[in-house]
């Protein structure tokens, strides 16, 4: 869940967006014929089923295609995803938010609560729709057949429903009981030639998509003012259908207001019924004979043009991400692999991103230590939207979520350019799209206590050996915590202690340079369980040990909002 928000959010006012383009567009038609309209109303629903970031996906694929790409992108499978693409332009997605980790911060898990609204609004509009068609589907089962000479199934029961076609793949047009005594063969022939427009435009399935669509955005009132403009031109443009193919303008309006005297019931959300929309409108206009013109030459130009307008604002929005992506900094050759059952750790291994001269190298290494080094993260900010599996666990027996990573480039590169580069890599291989946030939020701040530091600068080539072997805990402090080893400067070790602390630790201390915390650079304090222990709690150790104070503030924090990551692609 932890892509989702961004992704809805950005959907939605960007279909927002075209929704009211689509109202300004179709209300200046109002004078042209209502299938006309009726096209466009639907055309501005069913947008919102169909993320732009579709378009700006094939954008990205478009211009791989029509381009030589890069030989890194190529021995990389370079891939550009559709949650990489809505991050180009106009598409850049709103804040991510994953609920796993609000939780773990202990804020209130606003957007779980939102998206579960979402879904039990959805629920209840389909449970709403259901019942009405399970109704309606029994009246029509239970209903008497009647030969009309029309060429769908034609059946007649009890007037509870008004005259209407129910179905989608199979229409059924249900007649009320006495309506063909009640009107003349011409206003009959005119009412049936009505519903008959129903079936041949199959205005049911655009309903019901129509309402798939309201159901899944039930709280946009966008959305809802839509199908009001489709039910309304829907009914206008069958009234149309049926003049043009021959019915007396008298004849039809008076069969309309018998039916609708005699037979009025509340109109069905299940069916394409002969009421609705705006009555007294549509018997004037029929009484009145004067058909809609049609639409001239201009008119049709210019809306070629807003829709090659709007297919072709993301799909260049794409491609020009592809572009940017491809143009980024990137290894002369990279490699990357799944850590297979044959590799074995070597002596001496180290965790995380090696750095050399024209090298970089990562053994055992998952997406985490990979984002870690690209952006070169401390500790102190926060991530949003890892996934799950971005964790690799490690051991002489085998690893999981755990990769080989191995590239080369030029021997001048700095280290800042190599961070670049990997970012670029992440973009291919991982399919990895994030940006940055700065939030205010609580925060631990590591000061300098009253008496002043009580360790001095240390110079990290002098460090002693580390010690071999994992750091044991004392027997009567089991669950202690270690940080270990080395020369450390205190930003490092609000980094680290961040870890520890599952809360941003940030640096106040004002100091710069090296320093040796302890033996061998290690801190070692008791768990938050153990009252009696040899080892201190870690307020103590720091504050009598090396001069330093931890103290809850409000701070600005930067977040690392990852808006997607998929698994690379074998090479």
């Not at 990279?334 to 074995?344: F, K, L, M, P, V």
Request: charged letters at 15%.
């Amino acid at each position: 869940m932890n892509a989702i928000v961004p992704l809805l959010l950005n959907h939605l006012w960007q279909s927002t967006m075209l929704a009211a383009g689509v109202l300004l567009v179709g209300s200046a038609l109002g004078r042209y014929r209502p299938a006309v309209r009726f096209r466009i109303w639907l055309v501005g629903s069913l947008q919102f089923l169909f993320p732009l970031g579709l378009l700006a996906d094939l954008g990205g694929q478009l211009h791989q295609l029509l381009h030589v790409r890069h030989p890194v992108a190529e021995a990389a499978g370079a891939s550009f995803p559709l949650a990489r693409q809505l991050g180009a332009a106009l598409f850049v997605p709103a804040s991510s938010i994953s609920t796993d980790q609000i939780a773990s911060h202990g804020a209130f898990p606003w957007m779980a609560l939102l998206l579960a609204a979402w879904a039990c609004g959805t629920l209840a509009v389909l449970a709403i729709w259901l019942r009405e068609w399970l109704r309606i589907r029994a009246l029509v089962r239970n209903a008497t057949p009647l030969d009309l000479g029309l060429p769908v199934r034609t059946v007649s029961g009890p007037a509870q429903l008004e005259l209407g076609v129910f179905g989608v793949l199979r229409p059924v047009l249900f007649v009320p009981e006495g309506l063909p005594q009640t009107l003349s063969a011409g206003e009959l022939r005119a009412v049936l030639g009505h519903e008959m427009c129903h079936v041949r435009r199959r205005d049911n399935l655009w309903a019901a998509l129509q309402m798939l669509v309201q159901a899944a955005f039930w709280f946009h009132p966008l959305v809802w003012w839509l199908g009001r403009c489709m039910a309304r031109d829907r009914e206008l443009a069958c009234d149309e259908g049926t003049l043009r193919h021959g019915a007396q303008a008298d004849e039809y309006a008076t069969g309309l207001l018998k039916v609708c005297r005699h037979y009025m019931s509340a109109p069905a959300a299940c069916m394409a019924g002969l009421s609705g929309s705006d009555l007294k409108r549509r018997v004037l206009w029929i009484a009145g004979g004067a058909l809609a013109p049609a639409l001239g030459a201009h008119v049709r130009w210019l809306l070629a043009l807003l829709v090659a307008g709007a297919v072709a604002t993301p799909l260049a929005a794409g491609m020009l991400q592809s572009q940017a992506v491809a143009s980024s900094p990137h290894f002369e050759v990279a490699s990357i692999r799944a850590w297979g059952t044959h590799d074995r750790l070597p002596v001496g291994f180290v965790a995380g991103v090696q750095l050399s001269p024209g090298r970089v190298l990562g053994q055992c290494v998952g997406l985490g230590s990979l984002v870690y080094f690209a952006y070169r993260l401390t500790g102190t900010e926060r991530i949003e939207g890892m996934p799950k599996w971005a964790g690799a666990r490690c051991s002489p027996s085998g690893a999981t979520n755990a990769y080989m990573l191995q590239a080369t480039m030029p021997q001048s590169t700095t280290a800042d350019q190599a961070r670049r580069m990997m970012q670029t890599l992440l973009a291919r291989r991982f399919q990895f799209a994030a940006h940055w946030e700065t939030r205010r939020m609580p925060v631990l701040a590591l000061e300098v206590a009253k008496g002043g530091l009580k360790i001095k600068p240390s110079d990290p080539a002098l460090d002693p050996p580390r010690p071999r072997g994992v750091a044991s805990c004392p027997a009567d402090a089991p669950g202690c915590q270690t940080l270990c080893c080395g020369s450390t400067t205190m930003t490092e070790l609000a980094g680290s202690l961040s870890f520890v602390l599952g809360r941003p630790v940030i640096d106040h201390t004002g100091a710069s340079g090296s320093y040796l915390l302890g033996p061998y650079g290690k801190l070692q304090w008791r768990g938050d369980r153990e009252a009696t222990s040899s080892l201190p709690a870690l307020p103590t150790l720091l504050h009598e040990q090396y001069g330093l104070d931890l103290k809850t503030a409000r701070g600005l924090v930067k977040v690392l909002v990852i808006t997607h990551a998929a698994r690379p692609r074998p090479d």
